[in-house]
C-alpha cells in the first residue's frame, strides 16, 4: 500500500486549501484515517480524523475551519481548510490504517504536504 499526499502551497491567510491523501495496492478497506500536521520545532498534531461509518472527529482549535471527508470509491481522503491562518504552516500528513486483500491491517503514512501560510 501507497499513500501519496498532495494539495499544500504557499497562500495568503484567509485562503483555503484542500489536501489529498491517495491510498493504492492492494486495499480492501480504509478502517480509519487521519490528517496530522507538524510545524517547525514542534510536535507532530492529529488534527482531523474520520472513522469507516464516516464520523469525524477534530482538534479543538481547528473545529469549524477543517473538514476530513473520504472517498471509498478513490480510495482518497481529503482536507479542506479554509480561512488559513499562519499558525496552520506545518507540514501535513495523512495516516490510515488499512486492511489489504490478504486480510493484514496496519498503519501507513503519507510522505506529507507543505503548507505555508503568509500573513
Known amino acids: 500500500v501507497q499513500l501519496q499526499a498532495s494539495g499544500g502551497g504557499l497562500v495568503q491567510a484567509g485562503a483555503s486549501l484542500t489536501l489529498s491523501c491517495a491510498a493504492s495496492g492492494s486495499i480492501f478497506n480504509i478502517n480509519h484515517a487521519d490528517w496530522y500536521r507538524q510545524a517547525p520545532g514542534k510536535q507532530r498534531e492529529s488534527v482531523a480524523g474520520i472513522n469507516n461509518g464516516g464520523s469525524t472527529n477534530y482538534k479543538d482549535s481547528v473545529k469549524g475551519r477543517f473538514s476530513i471527508s473520504r472517498d471509498n470509491a478513490k480510495n482518497t481522503v481529503y482536507l479542506q481548510i479554509t480561512s488559513l491562518k499562519p499558525e496552520d504552516t506545518a507540514v501535513y500528513y495523512c495516516?490510515?490504517?488499512?486492511?489489504?486483500?490478504?486480510?493484514?491491517?496496519?498503519?501507513?503514512w503519507g510522505q506529507g504536504t507543505q503548507v505555508t501560510v503568509s500573513s
Open positions: 495516516n490510515l490504517v488499512v486492511t489489504t486483500t490478504s486480510g493484514s491491517t496496519r498503519s501507513y
